[in-house]
Structure formats: structure tokens, C-alpha cells
């Protein structure tokens, strides 16, 4: 049986949610001079804390959230959610006033589902506040203290903002205010070609703003395979974006409305706006880890294990703020594994960080989950790929969307090698439906399932995951004239 915790609240924490929440009032805790007491404690109050919170009320257990920010954190307020209404409404040719009023009404909808009443009634306290550990086992949390048996970290990341000459006059955007635009910019440069710089450039391209992308790399979403970065960048330039590889904005000159920033090479580019894309960074230096012993790496993530346990006793961390995989759908996982790790006797769930898929949102969109083939390449012996391009497949021809493909990698089994397929390694989708084509080899690559039952699958005729089927067929067979070849390293010189 999982571990007992001791289940006792003290002060306040019993008081009654049904008379505060039916009179509509966002109680504070009234708490004497020892404190509360709760099973579990989650800092944070984004996808990892939400999910951490909910899990820990499943167990039984008494559980308090605490967070200064709006509950459902950056994706609801600053990421998945305003930014995949605005590409959305850009996608259906909505103009810009339209698709700012649906992206604040679908933040609003949204919210409604995770604020601090919905939590009380599932019986998990809220405290609208910011934390600083003090010791451990306790909490301080503006002006009163919790005491916690365990403790679920899940305060995610904000944006980086770099020390340029000039950045304050500018006053950049970021992914965090750019949705609280009133009028559309007529131009906006964007520093940072990752996925958050292409879906917003994307998006505000398409809704008329005139959008130049400046990216250090040598190509934009450098972590991506070098082809399925090729894809996105046509299809950026298609959409009238001007893309700068491989240069720096050194200084900035100006204030919103004429910003002028001169590139290394000597170069100058003018906008009305500019939005910073160029990284994340832990929020973590508040948090006075260093009183309860918790180590963080050194990029100031929170240093976990792969149950999630911080490097002290009755601690855990969830999402973002462990740098493990930076997606909503990561860190839900993450805090559900936490919080139940937390509060078992002994932790046996783990997170498996190389099974979590991840998408960018431009059009096409772009899938991926495991390695790349290029890491394959590099890393495991005897790995194997097979490639369909969309001009192959006939509902993207029926679609008249054929930039694109399909690529499966796998590699040899330890005692049976190649039989059945293999193992699954890792799948790159390019496509226009790439974030849902994505999760079939994702379900097999999790599951640990033979290639040959992608191969023996029956898919409905003509969809787009039916090329998933034909690229596993060319594991065994020849099909459509191409067969599996050995995974190929990124060409260099």
C-alpha cells in the first residue's frame, strides 16, 4: 500500500469551499502561527501544476496549489492556446481585428475550465500568491507559511531577453504581450527562427503584416532535420516572409513603430514591432531552491532523475522548469507522474522524455517524435529509414498539398535484428495534418509495437495517415518503387 501521509490541516484549510465559492469569494487562508499543513504542495500553476494537483486530489490526498500567475500559466494565457487561435484564424483569412476578438474569447472559454473556483470544488486549496521555500519541509508563501510532506516545483519558463543596445527603447514583444496587440503592426521583426518565431511570423504574415525572420542558425528550426526545415522555410517564403539565416542583431535603435536593428553583417532592418522568439529560460531564482537543497543544472533548470525527484528528499519537479521537454503535453504528463511519485511509497513511474512528440503549428505543419535521422545515423548502428514524399501519396495530391513526407526510422532488434521491422526510433512527419499524423508512430514507438503492424494496419483510402501504412511497407518490400535504406548522417562541406 502507498505510504500514509500525515492527512492533518491545520488553521484555516478545513474551512468550508461550498459557503466561500457560493458567495463568490476568493478566500485567503487565515492562518495561525503554526502554519498549514498539507500532503502535497505544488508551486506553479501551468499544465504541470494543474495536473500535479489533480493527480494528488485522485490519491486522496490533501493538496494546495500555489501560484502568482493566472491559473492555466503560459499555455492558456501566452502560448498553445492564443497562438493556434490567431494561426488558426489567420489559416481561414479572418482580418486582424477578428482574430484578436476569437483569440481573447477562446483564452476566455478556456480559463473558465482551470480558475481557482473549478480547483476548490475538486477540493484543492488555491493560494494566489508567490513561494520561497524556507527549509524543509516548509513554505513561505507572502506573508504566511504552508507545511507540505511533499512538494511538486512546476514553474515553468519566460521568455529570454537578450542585452542588446537599444532593447529597452524598443520594447520588444514576446510570446508573453504580443497578444495584447490593440492595432496590427504593419511590419514586425522577429528574432529567433524556433517554433514559436515561424508559427507567429506564419500567422501574421497571412494576416497582411509584412514579416522578416533573423535566426543565428544556419536555417531555421535548426533542431529539426535539415529537409523538413527546408519545407517550412518554402513555405514561409511562399507567404512573402523574408528569412535571415545564420546573422545577429547587434544593436537596436528606436521605439515601437520605427525600430531599426543593424545586423552583423552591416545590414539594417525597419519595423514597426519586434518580437523576441529566441529562447526560454527557467523561473527559478525566486524560489530560494539553495535553503532546501534542490541543485539545478547549469542553465538553472531543476536538476531531476527520471521519477522526477529533485536532489532533495520529498521534492519533485515537473514541465518546463526541468528543461526535459518543453510542451504542454510534456509537462501534463510530467505532473501527474510527479505527483503520484510523490506520494508512493516507493517511485516507479517514469518519464520517458524520447516518446513525447512534438509539433510546430505553420502550414504545412511538422511532426516529430524520437530521433532524427541524422541522430540515428550518428548513434545507433544499423539504423534504417523509410521515406514517402507527399507528391506519393494520393490524399495530398487529391489536396493539392504535396510539400512534404513521411519518414519512418527504425533500428535492429538485440536478438531478432530487422525481423517484424525492428524497433521504432523515431518518425518525421512534414504535412498539412502533420500534429495528428504524428501520433500513430508515436503510439507505436511508446508502446514498443513492430513496424510490421504499421505495415498490416488497415487505413481508410484516401487519408493522409494512410501514408504512415505505405512508408512501413518499405521495411519489407519495395513499394511504390522505394524500399528502406540505411539512415544517412547530415552532409557537411
Known sequence: RDETLDRRVIGASRLSHEDDLQAGNDRRLSVGSGGVQFDLVVI??????????????????????????????????????????????????????????????????????ENANVLRR?????????????GRGQLDTDGFSLQYRRLVIATGTTPVVPNLPGIGDAQPLTNETIFD???????????????????????????????????????????????????????????GIDIRISGQVTTL??????????????????AEQLLLAAGRRPQTEALGLSRAGVRVDDHGYIATDSYLRTSAKGIFAAGDVTGRAL?????????????????????????HHDAIPAVTYTSPELGRVGLTEHQAADAVPGARVAQL????????????????????????????????GGRLIGATIVAPHAGEMI???????????????????????????????QAAAQLFIESGGRSARPARPIATG
Open 253 to 270: 535603435t528606436g521605439v515601437p513603430g520605427r525600430i531599426t536593428a543593424q545586423l552583423d553583417d552591416g545590414t539594417s532592418l525597419h
Open 389 to 420: 514524399p507527399l507528391a506519393e501519396l494520393d490524399r495530398a495530391i487529391t489536396a493539392g498539398q504535396t510539400d512534404g513526407y513521411i519518414k519512418l526510422i527504425t533500428a535492429p532488434r538485440t536478438l531478432t535484428g530487422n525481423l517484424g
Open 181 to 239: 496587440l490593440d492595432a496590427q503592426p504593419a511590419s514586425l521583426l522577429i528574432i529567433g527562427g524556433g517554433p514559436i518565431g515561424v508559427e507567429l511570423g506564419q500567422a501574421f504574415a497571412r494576416l497582411g503584416t509584412s514579416v522578416t525572420i533573423v535566426e543565428a542558425a544556419e536555417r531555421i528550426l535548426s533542431r529539426e532535420e535539415p529537409e523538413a526545415s527546408a519545407v517550412i522555410a518554402g513555405a514561409l517564403s511562399a507567404d
Open 122 to 134: 475538486g477540493g484543492i486549496e488555491v493560494i494566489e500568491a508567490s513561494a520561497r521555500l524556507a
Open 44 to 113: 506553479g500553476g501551468g499544465a504541470a501544476g494543474l495536473a500535479a494537483a489533480r493527480a494528488g486530489r485522485r490519491r486522496g490526498a490533501t493538496v494546495a496549489l500555489v501560484s502568482s500567475g493566472p491559473l492555466g500559466g503560459d499555455c492558456t494565457f501566452y502560448g498553445c492556446v492564443p497562438s493556434k487561435t490567431l494561426i488558426e484564424a489567420a489559416r481561414q483569412g479572418l482580418d486582424f481585428t477578428d482574430a484578436a476578438t476569437r483569440v481573447r474569447d477562446t483564452v476566455a472559454r478556456i480559463a473558465a475550465t
Open 327 to 351: 510542451f504542454t503535453h510534456a509537462a501534463d504528463e510530467m505532473g501527474r507522474i510527479a505527483a503520484n511519485n510523490a506520494l508512493s511509497r516507493f517511485p516507479w513511474r517514469r518519464f
Open 439 to 469: 501520433a500513430v508512430p508515436t503510439l507505436a514507438f511508446r508502446t514498443g509495437m513492430l513496424p510490421a503492424r504499421l505495415a498490416l494496419t488497415v487505413q481508410a483510402y484516401p487519408t493522409w495517415t494512410l501514408g504512415v501504412r
